[in-house]
Structure formats: C-alpha cells, structure tokens
C-alpha cells in the first residue's frame, strides 16, 4: 500500500504562484509515475501533470502548460507542483496520483492510488 498526503493549497489572486507538495509512504515513489490531476466544481477530474520514475520526463495539460513545473525528489519520496501565473480557472481540488505503469495511463487516469486531494482557489 501507498499512501499520499497533498500540502501547500489555498487561496490566491489571480496571477499568483502557489507549490503543491505530495509526501508518499508506503513504498519508495521511485516505483511509480507519479502527478496530479485537478476538480473543479461541476466538473470531471482532469489531468494536469506528470512526471516518470527517474529521468524526470515530464507530461502536461495544454491548460497549464508554461505556468506549472512538476519535479519529484525520490530521495524525499515527494512531487512538487510548483503553479505561476495562476487563474480563477485553477480552482479546484487538486489531488496527486501515483501509477506503476506508464505516463500514458497515468494521463488517461488509470492510477493505483490517490491522495484525498488539496483545494486551489484563485481569486480574481
């Protein structure tokens, strides 16, 4: 088992930056693709971000990419979301994610463990 523990989330004006931390425990991270996925109000869970096990290959969604850099620490066992130029349309609960399979199903949201989630708000 693996669980995940998101920090660093809260309210912010738009244009602001905000980092999100994932502490993992359980198992080492360096198993998994580790990222984040985000829901807003009314909406489906979406994909936002990604990152491999070791050479720090990176994915992100088109809405964010430019202003969100992800990186992990395996050494730690923890993912940042490091979130620039933030707008209202960030807000949502932003949980982290962990697969031990690929990138590619990590985006598709085929994940093995979830973490309850940290909520963003974006003033405008």
């Known amino acids: 088992q693996v669980q995940l523990v998101e920090s660093g989330g809260g309210l912010v004006q738009a244009g602001g930056s905000l980092s999100l931390s994932c502490a993992t425990s359980?198992?080492?991270?360096?198993?998994?693709?580790m990222g984040w996925f985000r829901q807003a109000p009314g909406k489906e869970r979406e994909f936002v971000a990604a990152?491999?096990?070791?050479?720090?290959?990176?994915n992100y969604a088109d809405s964010v990419k430019g202003r969100f850099a992800i990186s992990r620490d395996n050494a730690k066992n923890t993912v940042t979301l490091r979130m620039n130029s933030l707008k209202p349309e960030d807000t949502a609960v932003y949980y982290c994610?962990?697969?031990?399979?690929?990138?590619?199903?990590?985006?598709?949201?085929?994940?093995?463990?979830w973490g309850q989630g940290t909520q963003v708000t974006v003033s405008s």
């Open positions: 994610a962990a697969n031990a399979r690929d990138i590619n199903t990590f985006v598709r949201g085929a994940m093995d463990y």
């Open positions: 359980g198992r080492t991270s360096s198993r998994y693709i």
């Open positions: 990152i491999s096990r070791f050479v720090g290959v990176t």
